[in-house]
């Protein structure tokens, strides 16, 4: 497992994402999950080499973090992963929207819960799950996230799904250490603002849905997502699994999997070392149901794409009119020269 750095601390360049550990019975789930199967899949990943787990208290409104904290009491503390979670998505009910609230008392409120639930002492990374429509500043967001840092209670901050602008504002007060935002082949937009706008102010990259909830792990086709029930929040939430964005992605993972056979890697690993790649990208969450799951993009940090394979990738982007954004990173000085 290859490593980057966050504030001069080794990570690795993959970590678990524990969207699915939040199991079944709540609004945004994706579907049932044994706990023993998640507990399973934290320990392969450790075992291959991922030092930290991305959660957030909306997973199973708050089971997520639970199953984690469980798991990391079961390690000397010398082993333990570190934690990434997430605040401002708050929810009254399993069945209703949640609302993204960032007061400074209810991200007080949400960093104690999660202390608790993950039974740690300080988290290692607290993020705004997404921007406020409560009405608060992100001045007064942010500033509270900042006071949590100097109180020991959280190492570092960072914030999902914030444009250019809130980024400013932010970075204004207190630095940003991270930004996760979607990227994958099939949602390529944060590579024409907020990629660069990171690599220019040193804040690290934590990409999401690289493998587009399974489609870029070729687990899906046209009969399987028919299959999904009506209210799957798979397919309210992402266009890839709606017609026309569907037939363009599957024509494209099809071109992927050749791709994928001459380099003699699955369709999903090839999918996430496209991701891991791309300059200004720091690390990549990956999410795995089992063990299994998790081996099927075992060792995508280590494919190197020369520029005969991503030339290839980005005439079947191309040629499909699968996803939005640039087709392929722009070559380096080095690759100019060659």
């Known amino acids: ?15 678990l994402g524990s969207w699915v550990m939040g199991g079944e019975g709540w609004l945004a789930s994706l579907g049932a999950q044994f706990d023993r199967d998640s507990r399973a899949t934290l320990r392969a990943a450790l075992d291959a080499g ?6 957030a208290p909306y997973y199973g409104l708050g089971h997520a973090e639970e ?28 069945d209703e929207q949640p609302l993204e609230i960032l007061t400074p008392a209810s991200i007080r409120r949400e960093c104690e819960d999660s202390l608790r639930r993950l039974r740690v002492e300080r988290l290692d990374l607290l993020q705004v799950h997404w921007p406020a429509t409560d009405g ?10 900042a006071q949590l840092v100097t109180e020991g209670k959280v190492r570092w901050i960072g ?13 204004a007060i207190r630095h940003v250490d991270t930004l996760q935002p979607p990227f994958s082949l099939l949602r390529r937009d944060a590579a024409n603002e907020l990629i660069p706008w990171c690599d220019e102010h040193g804040t690290a990259v934590l990409v999401y849905s690289p493998l587009e909830s399974g489609v870029l792990a070729d687990a899906y086709n046209h009969a399987r997502v028919a299959q999904l029930a009506p209210d799957d929040v798979r ?13 363009r992605s599957l024509a494209f993972v099809s071109r992927l999997r050749s791709i994928a056979e001459g380099l003699g890697c699955t369709v999903p690993a090839l999918a996430a070392a496209w991701v891991l790649n791309w300059p200004g990208v720091t690390a990549a969450i990956l999410g795995a149901r089992t063990p299994l799951q998790l081996a099927a993009w075992s060792g995508c940090d280590s494919i190197r794409l020369d520029r005969g394979t991503s030339l290839l990738i980005a005439d079947a982007l191309r040629e499909t009119g699968a996803g939005s954004g640039p087709l392929a990173a722009p070559l380096s000085a080095e690759s100019r020269a060659e």
């Open 50 to 55: 991922i030092n930290w787990i991305d959660t």
């Open 159 to 171: 914030v999902s799904n914030f444009d250019v602008d809130l980024l400013r504002r932010c970075e």
């Open 67 to 94: 199953v984690i904290g469980e798991f990391l009491t079961t390690l000397p503390a010398s082993d333990r992963p570190m934690v990434f979670t997430k605040c401002g998505v708050i929810w009254r009910t399993a």
């Open 235 to 247: 397919l309210e939430r992402f266009e890839v699994f709606r017609e026309p964005a569907l037939s």
């Open 136 to 145: 608060t500043p992100v001045e007064e967001s942010w500033s509270t996230l």
């Open 1 to 15: 497992m290859t490593s980057a750095e966050l504030d001069g601390v080794g990570i690795s360049r993959i970590g």
